[in-house]
């Protein structure tokens, strides 16, 4: 799942690495962590449990076995240690790690008996991405005054910027535009940027749409947010997909006293601001290895519904790694007791009492297993067990011996990490007629769920625990009332007997967990969705989520719920969209 924590919002991949070095960090700060906790041991060891220290019996390596067409924890776990194996370097797109993670996938569906169904033939559908460099020589000059790029500004485009001479006027504040299209036109548009996550993290991966009329849009940064500036302008891996609301110029408060003669906080709608002249070539080069879905189909038994389609995704990607390795078992330890909501505590640094119970626990795992140095992102949860999971119900599907009336995508989505890209271009792009799409079923992060585990928080803040029957659902009523009666009659009718925490589907949920995973994509599109998740816990996006912390029957339960839903979807009524059908080209709040 994409992290949208404070800093994580704005910076993900740097704060991932400066969080995985905590450990380091402590030790050098003399906190009592002890030499003995960081060593250079590469080598995986065996592992038992010391009693009443949280860790897994589950070995770091697990044999392959063949996979059947029943949904199984023996083949959730063949799957998933291939799927979050450090040989895959943690999936970060464009990587050898990912492309391997794909190529592996193909050949699944292929075995299985699905049929491609992504470009020319192929189980693929290759992403427009690239590696987008801002060229130094890029100017920005307002009133005759020239703005330091990535001091004072940035760009966010997928194509060359130029504007010669324009006129800058100011419309209001982000997401509220206070100007007319008459106001306009043939003007660039200035937005001031509320202080807030959530308007951070639009600028930093958009979209923001141009009002109508305008030229282009320039947003005001905040006091205090300039360092969104270098992430904006920083060579990465970018979607180059020419969608709306992909072009805007990004200027810090202090540069905006260059295009206004009044303080941001002082601005009107309405007010004119100097004549810019911008000119921001890009540089694209091609990323190593092809960034792609996973596209495959169950064709349906019905001559007529055949024509329809149930998607079923998870999304492949996870985070890569980090330069230099940390102590496993410290970070472990440390995030379990600190920081139980992995990248969502990030600011999370610990009391004297919290570290005296870190070493107290490492003392005792050093009783029977020795360090080892871990700088991979596995991603073993998030979201290896949908990706695995998704496979699972394809096979299981694919081995009836009649099969759903409708037929069944199964979308394995890239780039979900970078800001949902594989589900936008699926969307945008898509393989088969998207209002063909009955309703979409997302797998993201259903590996954990115990009692143990902090899953989330509820709006006002209290957290969110686990359970045996666990399981947390998000958007299954918000477009169609009745597909959230049919996930719901399914679970009662099957006896799956689950307990469905609805808590962080609230509207208004300050951590927005709606609009950040690959469902989001398709509901926009107004197509039913539901998103299942045994939710957060201490390993998300940290070193720590491997294989062996998967709580495979649960995760299997799960599976068998998600199956038998597609099941009944692809035989029973299409569900009526009934909801509120929202802006695809607008941004989205829960």
Sequence with gaps: MNPMTSRARNMPRVSMDRLTMVAAALLASGSGFGPQVLVAQDAPRPRTVPAGVNSSPLPLKHEPRPTSGDITTQDLMTRLYIVADDSLGGRDVGTEGHFKATEYLAA????????????????????????RRVDPMATFVAGGISLALNREWAVASRVDLSFDNVPVIFGGDLGNVAIDSAQAVGKLVALRVPRSNQAITQVAFGPVPTPAGARGVVLLLPNGAAG????VNRPDLKSLDPTPGTSYLVVSDSAATKLFPTSIAALAPGAEGARVTVTAPLQITAPKFPVRNVVALLEGSDPVLKHQYVAVGAHSDHVGTVPRGVDHDSLLV???????????DEGNFGTPEQFAQVNAELAELRKTRSARRDSIFNGADDDGSGTVAVQEVAEYLASLTTKPKRSTLFVWHAGEEKGLWGSAYFTEHPTVPRDSIVAQLNVDMVGRGSATDVTGATATGEPLRGGPDYLQLVGSRRLSTELGNLVERVNKDRKHTFVFDYAMDANGH?????????????????????????GGHSAYHQLTDEPQYIDYPHMQRVTRLIADIALELGNGARPKVDGVRLDPRGSCKQ
């Design 334 to 344: 440390f995030n379990r007791i600190v920081r139980p909501g992995g990248v969502e």
């Design 108 to 131: 699944e569906a292929k075995r299985m008996g699905l049929k491609p169904a992504g470009e020319n033939g192929t189980f693929f559908q290759e992403l427009k991405i690239g590696v």
């Design 228 to 231: 969104v500036l270098s992430f």
């Design 510 to 534: 300050p951590m927005n967990i709606y609009c950040r995973s690959d469902h989001y994509e398709y509901a926009k599109w107004g197509i039913p969705v539901t998103f299942f998740t045994t």
